[in-house]
Each structure stands twice: as C-alpha cells, then as structure tokens.
C-alpha cells in the first residue's frame, strides 16, 4: 500500500494493489474516484481537493493503527 500527494495538483492516491493489466475509474462524488482492478477488487482510490479532505477531522494527521499489536504511528500531513 503506498500514499502520495501531489500538492501541484492537490491530489492524494492511496494503491492498495500493484498494477497488472487496466483498471477502471468509479466516479463516487466531485472529489472521490476508485480505481478498479480487471477482477473487481479495489486498485486505488484518488482523493481531488485532497487538502480539505485529509485535514479537516484532525488538524492534518495521518494515524496508522495496528490493532493486533496495539501500535499507532502518525505523520503529520502539511498544512491546506
């Protein structure tokens, strides 16, 4: 799994999967696609006007949280 931002653009995509073959493009609202992989699972999913996306909740944190092992790590994402 693998999250990029591209602030040019402010856009964020987080793959799940690696790429192998074409995916196709779900438009779920205005600022929301997912990517599809050929055998329907989930390749991607692209965030447009990601700033206000990612950062309006909690001040622009990003936790990952393994529950098995009780550990959480955060990065702080850079400001709108």
Same mark, same amino acid.
């Given at each position: 799994m693998k999250l990029t931002y591209d602030s040019r653009h402010? =856009?964020?995509? %987080?793959r799940l999967l690696e790429k *192998? !073959?074409?995916v196709r493009t779900i438009q779920v *609202? @205005? $600022? %929301?696609? =997912?990517? %599809?992989?050929q @055998? !329907? +699972?989930v390749y991607g999913i692209e965030l447009l006007n990601a700033n206000e996306q990612l950062c309006a909740e909690d001040g622009g944190r990003l936790v990952v +949280? @393994? $529950?098995a092992?009780? +550990? $959480? @790590?955060?990065?702080? %994402?850079a400001a709108a």
């Open positions: 402010n =856009v964020a995509y %987080l *192998s !073959g074409t *609202s @205005d $600022e %929301l696609n =997912v990517d %599809l992989a @055998d !329907g +699972r +949280r @393994d $529950e092992a009780g +550990r $959480e @790590d955060e990065i702080q %994402l």
